[in-house]
């Protein structure tokens, strides 16, 4: 019960503090939210790539992780107020489910991927920490290290957060469609935040936002850590991307479980069965 005071309140003045900053914003607010390690990072630099690109179409390679930090600083759970940056979207980003702040943005993203997907990115998120799964009871974590025991500790939580997000979306995005025709979904993207609409620039966006793309940024500008916390993070934030991959990590049991437990996967991510 305390626990649950302290995060209402906690929220409350979120809430407070981001109604008073957006009030004196007059620009498109924007939020974008999905769950750890389902493509989040991939759309902000497809968003931020193209934004980039209207601006200078001179330009040839991908922004980099920091700058698009610089340029994309705000996230709803830290209740963070930056201006946004000339040029580019007034964007804030979460992975929290829905609660009444979400009410204070103009257009909500929401991007979603396959759970059993997510969940082995996640997985390798959190274990490639100086403490892995710090975020989990110390009971549990020396059986978080088994992936399929992670999964199935995970997924419920996965399907709540996905069940709500869908219900309070203005539009939502697909990971699994993205990886099938980025392009077609980037416009259909665009259109919808009522953005200028170039289709060259989208298509070399894309390009420049490819999976390659970024990892050899990352490499080159000594930034394997990505989003993750440079002093904390052990491990390659842009990892595989890969979709399908868990047929090789999990045992078909977990995966078989996971089908039954969320049914509507075979119609929302039909190109990665079997």
Avoid at 133 to 152: C, G, K, W
Wanted: aromatic fraction near 18%; include cysteine; charge should be positive.
């Amino acid at each position: 019960m305390i626990n649950y005071l302290k995060k209402k309140y906690y929220w409350y003045k979120i809430d407070r503090k981001l109604n008073k900053f957006l009030k004196g914003n007059k620009g498109q607010k924007i939020l974008m939210y999905g769950y750890p390690k389902s493509g989040n990072t991939w759309l902000r630099l497809l968003l931020y790539n193209y934004r980039n690109l209207l601006l200078n179409p001179e330009v040839k390679q991908t922004i980099t992780y920091s700058k698009l930090n610089l340029l994309q600083r705000n996230m709803l759970e830290k209740g963070t107020c930056f201006a946004d940056r000339e040029g580019f979207p007034f964007f804030y980003r979460s992975h929290v489910p829905y609660n009444t702040t979400y009410n204070l943005f103009d257009k909500k993203i929401f991007i979603h991927r396959n759970p059993l997907d997510t969940l082995i990115s996640a997985y390798y998120f959190y274990r490639n920490r100086k403490v892995p799964f710090f975020d989990d009871p110390h009971t549990i974590r020396a059986e978080l290290f088994d992936i399929n025991y992670y999964v199935l500790y995970k997924i419920d939580s996965w399907i709540d957060f996905y069940k709500e997000s869908i219900q309070h979306a203005d539009i939502v995005m697909n990971y699994s469609r993205m990886q099938v025709n980025c392009e077609q979904e980037l416009v259909r993207l665009i259109s919808f935040l009522d953005w200028d609409l170039n289709q060259e620039l989208v298509r070399r966006t894309v390009e420049m936002s490819s999976f390659n793309k970024v990892k050899k940024m990352g490499l080159e500008r000594n930034q394997k850590h990505g989003m993750g916390p440079k002093d904390t993070f052990e491990g390659e934030f842009t990892r595989s991307g890969k979709e399908g991959q868990f047929y090789n990590e999990l045992k078909k049991e977990t995966i078989n479980l996971v089908f039954k437990k969320f049914p509507e996967f075979k119609e929302l991510y039909p190109d990665y069965l079997e």
